[in-house]
């Protein structure tokens, strides 16, 4: 049972352009959101975060949405470029309990930027 | 900046062998964790530590064991190697409970 999906493995943007990574979640226990990064040969780098308590953060190019009634969020990075291209997963935990401890990862988009 | 290191990023063992991971992070840390990645299945936890000595189970600790005697080093132990742990091992650090959670750059581990 997959409590949070990516369904698209992968994705292709144009540089210069606006790439849209989505997130599903079928847990309604989880409030806090995550997005990683990750190179070939390197770990995941921490991208961006949301709480259930907001709807949008923004970090330079990149924002998140979270769409709590939907269970859906989303990444957008404007404007793409090269070195963006990687595998992007999304993660999700609850708030309370020792469960609030663990994350539970998608199993990742590969987003490339076509120069 | 936080910095996790994982003690080798390649390693190759037979089955059968016991086999150590171990981790270490510079940022003191309270929670520590072990995941394992693989095509098509994303990262799932194996273990995660919330301190020293201190563990819990994640989502797959079949064939794994932890050790966490410090709070900057975490170990992962394979107590009997089998094919079907060939992997890449990835190890995290996070301040505390929703904390964004930091890697290492990961173990590939190949048993043959």
């Known amino acids: 049972d997959q409590q949070v999906k990516q369904n698209s493995p992968s994705l292709s943007v144009q540089e210069g352009r606006i790439s849209i990574l989505n997130c599903d979640y079928t847990?309604?226990?989880?409030?806090?959101f995550l997005w990683y990064k990750k190179y070939p040969a390197e770990g995941p780098t921490f991208l961006i975060s949301?709480?259930?308590?907001?709807d949008k953060n923004e970090d330079g190019r990149f924002t998140v949405f979270l769409n709590k009634s939907a269970k859906h969020l989303s990444l957008h990075i404007v404007p793409s470029q090269p070195g963006d291209s990687a595998v992007y997963f999304c993660?999700?935990?609850?708030?309370?309990?020792?469960?609030?401890?663990?994350?539970?990862f998608g199993k990742g988009t590969k987003l490339s930027v076509i120069p | 900046d936080v910095k996790v290191t994982q003690s080798s990023r390649y390693l190759v063992k037979r089955t059968g062998e016991k086999v150590f991971l171990e981790c270490v992070q510079d940022?003191?840390?309270?929670?520590m964790f072990w995941y394992r990645q693989d095509p098509g299945l994303g990262l799932r936890l194996i273990y995660f530590?919330?301190?020293?000595?201190?563990?819990e189970k994640g989502d797959i600790p079949e064939g794994y064991s932890v050790s966490r005697e410090k709070k900057e080093r975490f170990s992962l132990i394979l107590e009997s190697a089998s094919t079907n742990q060939t992997s890449m091992y990835l190890c995290?650090?996070?301040?505390?409970?929703?904390?964004?959670?930091?890697f290492g750059d990961g173990t590939r581990l190949s048993i043959l």
């Open positions: 940022m003191d840390h309270e929670n």
């Open positions: 993660a999700a935990s609850p708030r309370g309990g020792a469960g609030s401890y663990q994350l539970t």
């Open positions: 530590s919330y301190d020293v000595k201190m563990k």
């Open positions: 949301i709480s259930s308590i907001k």
């Open positions: 995290a650090s996070a301040a505390g409970i929703v904390q964004p959670q930091h």
């Open positions: 847990n309604s226990m989880f409030d806090y």
